[in-house]
């Protein structure tokens, strides 16, 4: 499957994505994963996006469409995606828009995954995430067996810089500027499936429905 995970940071792209991939083989494209490590091996791009990372702004619409072009040409794209805190702003959305034509590739939808901002401040501020593999933890409800330690590839579970609570506020200020729009875009592609995010199962359920899995 091919589809686009929308919905403020905290909403479970991130888990929704993982749970998707183990039932066709699609491959999960997290924006935010593959800056992160670009960050952490400090190369050029890492450079390019650390600071505004840290402060949870966006990065720039050229450096993320550089990324994507090249990463939905790779090989383990031909499973299907799930992209995963990207398109973020109407100009990548257009730019996605037209690789996608220029590939000759189709979405199957656009899944807006919605969840009350009290929900998301409880969920951020304690949420943990693997430096290693990216697995998603939580201290309250899913923490890992040993802590400080991802139970996948034993990397160490840490909290984010950009989840103290200043971040993720300005986090969802920026989701609510310049991503919220991405709804009305989509709805009026009539590609957009809206979910309540009430667990990651009625959301993939959701999904399934509607393409017909
Ligand atoms: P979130 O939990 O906020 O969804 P992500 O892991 O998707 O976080 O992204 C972390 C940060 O990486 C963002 O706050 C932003 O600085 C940057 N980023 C990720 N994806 C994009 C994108 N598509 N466009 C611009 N910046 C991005
Ligand atoms: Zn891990």
Redesign the pocket.
Known sequence: MKLILLGA??AG?GTVAKLLTKIDGSVQI????I?RAAVAAGTELGKQ?EA??KA????SDEL?MGIMRERLKEDDCKNGYLL??????IP?AEALKELLADMGEKLDTVVDIQVPRETILDRLTTRRTCTGCGEIYNVKSNPPKVEGVCDKCGGSVVQRD?ETEEAISN?LDVYNEQTAPLAGFYKNEGMLLEVDATSSDAVIDAIKNKIGM
């Open positions: 940071p905290g792209k997290s924006t935010g994963d800056l996006a505004a990372m949870g702004d966006l990065v993320i995963d805190g990207f398109p973020r702003t990548q950009d986090r």
